[in-house]
């Protein structure tokens, strides 16, 4: 168990539609990573958080935004979706900013219909 | 579960077998190396990591060695096990920026 907690599992809903993915990182990491993996790529980093700020950005669409709140957990919220957009979305945690280990998430399963 | 990566290179092993999974990194300037696991329905765990100011780093049954000259990282699984068997991901990290995953390889031990 990495300690990082994601909900929901799974998630089905239409295009068009908008949803929101929860994330809570382990006990004492203050830096949250959002990852987008689909079936034929590897993990994308979409976008990271530390102490409730944006700290980097990576290939997030701008039809997806995040935030970190106070206590550390944080969201994705994907909207107008796309059936392109079916993937699973992982989170991950560290202690500090960057250059240490990432723990993962078990992630959140997303199927546009 | 619906696996990941369909169409990843696959490496088969006999079990008790020492298996060798290979990573091209892609920025000179990268200076910290990471191998992740990841098993179906789960998220990537980590393994073991190695800075750029070594070469090979032990861990319980894994090596994982470093060669910058050609930009290649390789982890190694002494008396490979059924539960071995999985995707495992090389990543890269330069000087703090995010970290860049490969593609991944798909490990299966047979019996």
């Known amino acids: 168990d990495s300690g990082v907690t994601q909900t929901p599992k799974h998630l089905i809903t239409a295009t068009g539609q908008r949803v929101t993915l929860r994330c809570s990182p382990r006990?004492?990491?203050?830096?949250v990573y959002w990852y987008q993996q689909s079936l034929d790529q590897g993990l994308q980093f979409l976008i990271q958080?530390?102490?409730?700020?944006?700290?980097a950005k990576g290939n997030i669409l701008e039809r997806f935004s995040a935030q970190q709140f106070p206590d550390l957990h944080s969201e994705l919220n994907l909207s107008s979706l796309e059936l392109g957009d079916s993937a699973l979305y992982f989170c991950?945690?560290?202690?500090?900013?960057?250059?240490?280990?990432?723990?993962f998430g078990d992630g959140t399963r997303l199927s546009i219909l | 579960g619906e696996s990941v990566g369909l169409h990843l290179p696959t490496l088969s092993v006999q079990e008790g077998d020492n298996s060798i999974i290979n990573c091209a990194y892609s920025?000179?300037?990268?200076?910290?190396f990471i191998w992740y696991k990841q098993e179906s329905g789960k998220g990537p765990q980590f393994i073991i990591d190695i800075r750029s100011n070594m070469d090979k780093r032990q861990g319980q049954r894994v090596t994982v060695l470093l060669n910058k000259t050609v930009k290649h990282l390789s982890l190694q699984i002494a008396a490979t096990q059924p539960g071995d068997s999985a995707v495992y991901f090389c990543a890269e990290n330069n000087y703090g920026q995010n970290f860049v995953f490969g593609p991944g390889t798909r490990l299966s031990v047979l019996p």
């Open positions: 920025n000179s300037a990268s200076d910290y």
């Open positions: 006990s004492g990491d203050l830096s």
């Open positions: 958080y530390y102490n409730g700020e944006e700290r």
């Open positions: 991950a945690s560290s202690v500090g900013q960057s250059d240490q280990p990432q723990h």
